[in-house]
Antibody, heavy 119, light 111 residues
């Protein structure tokens, strides 16, 4: 079965960096685009970034453009989110999600990784 | 502020039907042909319930259905059950001017 398992969350000071990982299993990882979606405490969902299956195309939300970098290692079935210059407003649960094959929805989600930006 | 507007809350009694709307501006901003809906129980990850306006993933109850009319997409849940109580989010796929967006979410209470 499809599994997405995030790791790397934690407490980080403003201005510092953090890297999230998402280990994928149960499907052909290299065939699927992958997203990061986040959810601030008590708030709704916010799309963060997408990377195409081959890693050649990447797009970001305006709120993270220039600070966050999405990447993947298809040999390791792993998705990454490198977060730099973190701000308090980046505090959220970060979900790794799979792009529906040939479509534009998010068909499988990980359990999420909590990132808290605080001094 | 999201490009997609949902009611903050809806409620219904067991066995009844409810509809949650998802409204946006023009089709330049929202791709109404590819709206999807997600269910999220407290403390859990979201779950895909409807994609491409009205398609159900395998395993999702046929009590859940989607539709669209003009600039509004809708999720209807028939035969409400206690386990349907959750937050529901709509989402639209990219257009020429926007990337993926979510609605603000609707809290469904089963009375």
């Amino acid at each position: 079965q499809v599994q997405l398992v995030e790791s790397g969350g934690g407490v980080v000071q403003p201005g510092r960096s953090l890297r999230l990982s998402c280990a994928a299993s149960g499907f052909a990882f290299s065939d699927y685009g992958m997203h990061w979606v986040r959810q601030a405490p008590g708030q709704g969902l916010e799309w963060v970034a997408i990377i195409w299956s081959d890693g050649h195309k990447k797009f970001y939300a305006d709120s993270v453009e220039g600070r966050f970098t999405i990447s993947r290692d298809n040999s390791k079935n792993t998705l990454y989110l490198h977060m730099n210059s973190l701000r308090a407003e980046d505090t959220a649960v970060y979900y790794c999600t799979r792009r529906t094959y040939g479509g534009n929805s998010f068909d499988y989600w990980g359990q999420g990784a909590l990132v808290t930006v605080s001094s | 502020q999201s490009a997609l507007t949902q009611p903050a809350s809806v409620s219904g009694s067991p066995g009844q039907s409810i509809t949650i709307s998802c409204t946006g501006p023009s089709s330049d901003v929202v791709n109404y042909n590819y709206v999807s809906w997600y269910q999220q129980h407290p403390g859990e990850a979201p779950k895909l319930m409807i994609y491409d306006v009205n398609k159900r993933p395998s395993g999702v109850s046929n009590r859940f259905s989607g539709s669209k009319s003009g600039n509004t997409a809708s999720l209807t849940i028939s035969g409400l059950q206690a386990e349907d109580e959750a937050d529901y989010y709509c989402s639209s796929s990219p257009t020429s001017s926007t990337l993926w967006v979510f609605g603000g979410g609707t809290k469904l209470t089963v009375l």
